[in-house]
């Protein structure tokens, strides 16, 4: 499960830190602490993804980003920014990464990401229209039909899409904000627990009148859907 | 003062120069006219001579130039010259050679009578009937004189217009720099950190006035900007107070206790408290970014229906769960706006939290979306109780939230992001009376969407 990640960050107490909590992970760490230094390593394309810092000396990190696109190296880019605002993050966006974060973040939102985008990358082998199952749990995305042991589920639009994705990270940590970012693509951070409401709606349907919970709530973090 | 004494100076020297040329147009002028009159007098004398030798002869003629000696000027020449040049009659203290005389004007040297050296002269020389030359002229000194006299008094006339052309200067540099001293004055005093100082007015509405009027206008949207500031330093350190003092508080007694489900629920008290700080913090940022106007670059076409529907169908669960029954009103068409797509959903989306958090008890509220010819409007109605007409300005400003005793930090900002997205997109937000209830709308104008087309 380990795989090779490129960390370029300039701020060595953040560095060792992400380092440290991805290695735990099972994961191996390169780091890089400017910009160039990271375009030079990522450029071999061996690794499974990118952790970039916007703010970096010598080259900047959409620099290095817009350089890597531009050879056609197409390693998922997670970007790390305190630049926080909305059109901050559309412009990383825009630019090719994969997926845009702001500081301060906590590690475990840092880590659903990261793992989001490696399961990404694993799942590109497999066909789209695949069926998904989770326990006792059938997802068809090509009728986009549900069904809980053997019983359809009445889902709305925004509910499939909701539980499609959390069956596409099965076993991982989803948080809010990816959910909002990934399920509505709306990159504000919302002042109240809209998508909660949303959560616990879709849970009602899933869950209830079944012994075994499928959604689960990761204290301090997001949901995760497991078996 | 250097500038003073350049401007003086500069009057001077102007001053002069067109002194100069008054003077230098009189001097020609007059100079031109000496010599016509000269001109004209000598012609006229020896025509009058003439005439008298033709009426009475050679003896009337001699009777007049003893006349004409007796009562003219000492410029006067007069003389009758014999035919073989042997006698003469008159004032000229030697004859010409009669041989080289030809009739007409001439210029000439003579020396009159008694006087030790010769003079340049205009004369007229003419043949008389009976073979005799007669000389009349007169000498040019006289012309030359009043020339002499004339060139004096220009230059004295001149020394005279340059330092009245300097003191011109010295009053006018004294005026101006007065003027522009009493708004380089208030400009020092303002630099000194007194803002409220403001250029006097002379009231003859010249430039300086004007110039003054400008500064002063500065000067008031320049206070405007410093209090709205200051409002806004104060309010966010205010407001940034108590989650950091909660934070600190919190993280001082997970430090302290020894019960790990206590400690855990403290730490988790303070990573709540540090986010609502860095909400706070990213609003502000964003609110200041729209108003400086940035990420128009990000604009594109979208629709705004379907923005609408987005949203009024993700915070439909929660308005349910606050009791209220969120509706749409669908527009039968596609309502299609030049815009931020993300930021104008965040400024609707604050629009919906705001009806949710504070109209719920109402029961109901309305999203619309409608399309005008010259404007979209985008409209969130609740029922609640609403905002009274002398504090929805107070609602809209940053921090301006109605109701300190929420603890929730970041509502404060909600309208007041709504707003600056709304003037990013050169559109207003408004606050109105719904009967009963709070009716928020975002007016974003379609010019510009068509410009861009």
């Known amino acids: ?227 | 003062m250097p500038t003073t004494l350049r401007i003086a100076l500069l009057a001077g020297i102007l001053a002069l120069l067109s002194n100069l040329a008054v003077i230098g147009f009189i001097y020609e002028r007059t100079h031109d006219e000496a010599v016509a009159s000269l001109h004209r007098q000598v012609v006229e004398q020896s025509k009058v001579l003439t005439d008298v030798y033709r009426t009475g002869g050679k003896t009337a003629l001699n009777e007049a130039i003893d006349d004409t000696l007796a009562y003219a000027d000492p410029q006067t020449a007069v003389a009758l010259i014999s035919r073989d040049g042997g006698e003469l009659e008159g004032n000229l203290a030697t004859a010409p050679a009669v041989q080289s005389m030809q009739e007409g004007y001439h210029s000439a040297v003579i020396r009159l009578r008694g006087q030790p050296s010769p003079h340049l002269a205009e004369i007229v020389l003419s043949r008389l009937a009976g073979g005799e030359w007669l000389v009349s002229g007169r000498l040019v000194g006289e012309g030359l004189a009043f020339r002499a006299t004339l060139e004096r008094s220009l230059i004295l006339a001149l020394a005279v217009a340059g330092l009245l052309g300097l003191l011109c200067g010295v009053i006018l540099a004294h005026y101006v720099s007065r003027r522009i001293g009493q708004i380089a004055a208030v400009a020092n005093r303002i630099s000194a950190r007194d803002l409220s100082q403001r250029v006097p007015l002379s009231g003859a509405g010249d430039s300086f006035d004007r110039l003054g009027l400008q500064m002063n206008a500065m000067l008031d949207r320049i206070s405007m900007l410093m209090e709205e500031l200051r409002l806004l330093t104060d309010s966010l350190a205010h407001d940034l107070r108590s989650p950091v003092s909660r934070l600190r508080s919190a993280a001082q007694a997970a430090a302290q206790t020894s019960d790990p489900n206590e400690q855990e629920e403290l730490l988790g008290s303070v990573v709540r408290n540090a986010d609502s700080l860095i909400r706070i913090l990213t609003t502000v940022l964003e609110i200041s970014r729209s108003e400086a106007l940035t990420g128009r670059n990000q604009f594109a076409w979208f629709d705004v229906r379907e923005l609408a529907a987005e949203l009024a169908e993700m915070y439909d669960p929660l308005a349910d769960e606050q009791g209220a029954a969120l509706r749409f009103e669908r527009p039968d068409r596609a309502v299609p706006l030049f815009g931020h797509r993300q930021l104008l959903a965040q400024a609707l989306s604050n629009l919906l939290e705001n009806a949710i958090r504070y109209g719920s008890k109402g029961g109901e509220i309305d999203v619309r979306v409608q399309p005008g010819e010259k404007r979209i409007r985008i409209e969130v109605a609740d029922r609640g109780p609403g905002i009274p007409l002398d504090r929805r300005e107070e609602a809209v400003k940053r921090f301006g939230r109605l109701d300190s005793s929420r603890s929730d930090e970041g509502a404060g900002l909600g309208l007041a992001l709504a707003r600056s997205i709304a003037h990013l997109h050169d559109g207003e937000l408004h606050l109105e009376d719904n009967r009963p209830g709070l009716r928020t709308s975002l007016e974003i104008p379609v010019h510009r969407q068509q410009a861009a087309r």
């Open chain 1, 1 to 227: 499960m380990g795989r090779k990640i490129l960390l370029v960050e300039d701020d060595r107490e953040t560095a060792s830190y992400l380092a440290k909590g991805l290695t735990q992970e099972g994961h191996s760490v390169e780091q890089a602490t400017n910009g160039q230094d990271g375009l030079f390593r990522a450029t071999d394309g061996s690794f499974d993804l990118i952790i970039l810092d916007r703010m970096l000396p010598v080259l900047d990190g959409l620099s290095v980003l817009r350089a890597l696109r531009a050879a056609h190296i197409e390693t998922p880019v997670l970007i790390l920014s305190a630049l926080a605002s909305v059109g901050d993050r559309i412009e990383g966006l825009e630019c090719g990464s994969d997926d845009y974060l702001v500081k301060p973040f906590s590690f475990a939102e840092l880590l659903a990401r990261v793992n989001a985008l490696l399961r990404r990358r694993e799942s590109r082998v497999d066909p789209a229209d695949h069926r998904l199952t989770v326990g006792d749990l059938e997802i068809d995305p090509l009728s986009r039909s549900v069904k809980r042991a053997g019983k359809k589920l009445d889902l709305k639009p925004r509910e499939y899409l909701l539980l499609e994705y959390f069956a596409r990270n099965e076993g991982r940590v989803v948080t809010r904000t990816m959910l909002l970012e990934q399920v509505w693509d709306y990159h504000f951070d919302p002042g109240t627990n809209v998508i909660d409401v949303h959560v616990s709606r879709l849970r009602r349907k899933l869950d209830e009148g079944f012994e075994k919970p499928l959604l689960h709530t990761v204290r301090g973090a997001g949901y995760m859907l497991a078996a």
